[in-house]
T-cell receptor, first 112, second 115 residues
Framework: DAKTTQPPSMDCAEGRAANLPCNHS???????VYWYRQIHSQGPQYIIH???NNETNEMASLIITEDRKSSTLILPHATLRDTAVYYC?????????????FGQGTTLQVKP | SAVISQKPSRDICQRGTSLTIQCQVD?????MFWYRQQPGQSLTLIAT?????????ESGFVIDKFPISRPNLTFSTLTVSNLSPEDSSIYLC????????????FGPGTRLTVL
């Protein structure tokens, strides 16, 4: 699986959009971009994933550049409960190996 | 979806002893995974445990130290053997459900402290 690069930490004001960047310049054609988050003292939680088109669900939006070398996770209206470590991961979806390899992630602090 | 429970939720152990962690899933799954999260660090994959076959260990992890059992499609155990303070971590199990790509679930973790 390709590696990703994320800033170690970010702050966001409550109610504002949180934009979390991720670089994945060595992503392969069949690899998806996944985002998970880990709230303190809990297991990681799936947020969203995409291949090349932008995706949106009830939690977030995922914007993938046309060359697929980077992406941005957008939390449109951040709340204090969104404070967590956010992990950007690239992997082959539904692969037989099923491996999910975590990088260091971005610690997002949402402030009142 | 899948609901995962782990036992114990936390434990304090003496060095040289062993701890067995249980992972129970509310549905049948083919692939189960064990992760370690050292203090202040990200998750590191220990091994993949598929029912009916030997677990597959990642580089740096060996069966003698981290024996795994996978007796059926809803249950697995991870034993951390010959404990040392460096084994103090959170251990998490994880499962993959379905083929849509959004079916990865994690247990709440087991917090191990070795004195």
């Amino acid at each position: 699986d390709a590696k990703t690069t994320q800033p170690p930490s970010m702050d966001c004001a409550e109610g504002r959009a949180a934009n979390l960047p991720c670089n994945h310049s060595t992503i392969s054609g069949n690899e998806y971009v996944y985002w998970y988050r880990q709230i303190h003292s809990q297991g990681p939680q799936y947020i969203i994933h995409g291949l090349k088109n932008n995706e949106t669900n009830e939690m977030a939006s995922l914007i993938i550049t046309e060359d697929r070398k980077s992406s941005t996770l957008i939390l449109p209206h951040a709340t204090l409960r969104d404070t967590a470590v956010y992990y950007c991961i690239v992997r082959v979806a539904s692969s037989n190996t099923g491996k999910l390899i975590f990088g260091q992630g971005t610690t997002l602090q949402v402030k009142p | 979806s899948a609901v995962i429970s782990q036992k114990p939720s936390r434990d304090i152990c003496q060095r040289g002893t062993s701890l067995t962690i249980q992972c129970q899933v509310d549905s049948q799954v083919t692939m189960m995974f064990w992760y370690r999260q050292q203090p202040g660090q990200s998750l590191t994959l220990i091994a993949t445990a598929n029912q009916g076959s030997e677990a597959t260990y990642e580089s740096g992890f060996v069966i003698d130290k981290f024996p795994i059992s996978r007796p059926n499609l809803t249950f697995s155990t991870l034993t951390v053997s010959n404990l040392s303070p460096e084994d103090s971590s959170i251990y998490l199990c994880s499962v993959e459900v379905g083929l849509a790509g959004d079916g990865r679930f994690f247990g709440p973790g087991t917090r191990l402290t070795v004195l």
